[in-house]
């Protein structure tokens, strides 16, 4: 049987964002019973470590992670694809911006300001020429305040397993969840 440390018991708290009064109160302990158990001031019942570490499974369930709001099937272009490609797949998923991946890999990506800002004749120009810098990525378990961070500051955000893109998340995506 794993028995958690103090150290694990008090970094899985704060990777789900709890503060030891919000364990305690799930676990139905006293704060500084927690604070001590952390604190490897004291060794506690067997009975009372199963109700804290049940306490912090039952919050890990309750965080969004990225993989729940990711979008699978990724729509994209390639660095070699033509701008023209890249226009009309926008235009036929009512999107304003694509990634754009070599070999499931996001390299960049383009948007419908990227193309306008390139002028008249770009159609037959590749992607590449024109693209902006790439989404940013996070991992399948990142949890939600992550990527909302990161959707302050972009348009999308890409997610990627062992540097494979396996899905995408916008704006609209977490606001679908939050709602």
Known sequence: MYLPTPQDLRERRNELGLTQSEL???????????????????????????????????AEGDVVRARDLMHEGVIYVSPDDPVRRAVEKMQENGYSQLPVLAN???????SDSDVFEAGENVGDKPVREIMSESFPSL????????VSSLLEHYKAVMVTDEGETVGII???????RVS
């Not at 499931?104 to 383009?110: A, D, E, L, M, Q």
């Not at 991992?139 to 992550?146: F, G, Q, V, W, Y």
Request: charge should be negative; glycine fraction near 8%; charged fraction near 30%.
């Open 139 to 146: 991992s399948p378990d990142a949890p939600l305040d992550k």
């Open 104 to 110: 499931g890999v996001p390299v960049g990506s383009i």
């Open 24 to 58: 305690a109160e799930r676990a139905d302990v006293s704060q500084p019973l927690i604070a001590r158990i952390e604190g490897g001031d004291v060794d506690p019942r067997l009975s009372t470590l199963r109700r804290i570490v049940e306490a912090l499974e039952a």
């Open 170 to 176: 916008t704006q609209a995506d977490v606001a679908a």
